[in-house]
């Protein structure tokens, strides 16, 4: 007798990395899954002081119905969704499993299982796996189709390819055009000296006057996707593509997707010790605040992930002279993924 395919449902925010590690569960699973998009008031964040399963802080005109069938799994990240993927679980009668991906607002024994990283403070457990990177199926093969793709469109810029992912602003982490000016300029001396060409792509998190800076700093042969565009996103044609790829210290996702190519990686952090100009802000000021009275498993720390990478080799300081290239990733990231789906397929067994 065959079993029944379960009925999933993703649980789909404002933040778009969060919606991609749902998808690539999802997909490592082989199994259709429903997106839900959700759209959430202003006012939201409140309701997390006395946490309790509810849509009051879903703007429900404008996302999508919540009804039954009810699903036999539910695939969340990020704050906003935890109190309606606990709401969607009562509902059910308790028949839904919650999967959460990331950092867990609510304590984690409200959730089946949470599926977290070492950026975040906490221990592995019977409902929390704590994988080294945020999780990525990114091969050889997978990355083929933009290869050949992407690889066409850049052929009249010369090798080697330096591929700089540009973040930007992040808790503590503060992207100001001074930092975007000293990023630039390491790269332009690289390529002084072994030159080549540089793929860039900006994000929604890099501020616009650092963006301006760093892309008028830039000399030499190069591609630029600054965001939003209406152009086509060339981010998996750069994964694919790159020689050598330089990555802003603020995203876990952009450093774990780097690292899976196989291809040296250089880690780009502007992280200020202490108080300065540029962190007596109102956003890294609360994140400071936060980190140092909030729950320990609301705390983030990516010099946690930083560290293990440079220790292992994986990637190297952009502002350290390398002694040579990184070393090729284990395959650490693909049993990450391998493991995490064992552990969501023994959810619903159960």
Not at 23 to 44: C, D, G, H, S
Not at 228 to 246: I, K, Q, T
Not at 250 to 269: R, W
Request: with cysteine; proline share 8%; glycine share 6%.
């Amino acid at each position: 007798m065959s079993m029944r395919v379960p009925l999933v449902w993703m649980l789909r925010g404002p933040k778009a990395g969060d919606y991609a590690q749902l998808q690539l569960i999802a997909r490592a699973m082989n199994v259709p899954a429903t997106t839900k998009q959700l759209v959430f008031k202003p006012w939201e964040l409140l309701l997390h002081a006395f946490p309790k399963p509810t849509l009051a802080g879903l703007d429900r005109s404008r996302s999508d119905a919540l009804e039954a069938p009810w699903p036999d799994l539910v695939l969340t990240a990020g704050r906003r969704n935890e109190l309606v993927a606990c709401w969607i679980r009562a509902a059910s009668g308790n028949h839904s499993r919650i999967v959460h991906v990331g950092r867990p607002w609510s304590n984690p024994r409200r959730f089946d299982l949470v599926v977290s990283n070492r950026q975040y403070l906490l221990d592995d457990g019977d409902n929390v796996i704590v994988n080294d990177l945020p999780l990525t199926d990114l091969t050889e093969s997978t990355l083929a189709p933009e290869r050949a793709v992407w690889g066409a469109k850049w052929a009249s810029l010369p090798h080697p390819w330096t591929v700089v992912l540009v973040g930007g602003d992040s808790g503590p982490l503060v992207l100001t055009p001074k930092w975007a000016r000293e990023l630039a300029d390491r790269i332009n001396a690289r390529k002084d000296r072994d030159g080549g060409s540089i793929l860039v792509s900006t994000s929604g998190r890099t501020p616009p006057a650092s963006a301006d800076v760093l892309l008028q700093t830039l000399k030499g042969p190069q591609f630029i996707y600054r965001w939003p565009s209406s152009d086509p996103n060339p981010f998996r044609g750069m994964l694919a593509c790159g020689d050598e790829f330089v990555v802003t210290g603020d995203s876990m996702s952009m450093l774990a997707e780097a690292s899976a190519t196989g291809k040296p990686v250089y880690l780009f952090d502007y992280s200020d010790a202490g108080l300065t100009l540029s962190t007596l802000r109102w956003k890294p000021l609360v994140h400071r605040l936060a980190m140092s009275i909030g729950p320990v498993r609301m705390r983030r720390d990516v010099g946690r992930i930083h560290a293990a990478l440079v220790q292992a080799g994986r990637v190297r300081p952009l502002q350290q002279v390398p002694d040579g290239p990184a070393k090729v990733p284990s395959e650490q990231t693909s049993d990450d993924l391998a493991r995490t789906v064992q552990r969501v397929r023994a959810l619903l067994e159960r």
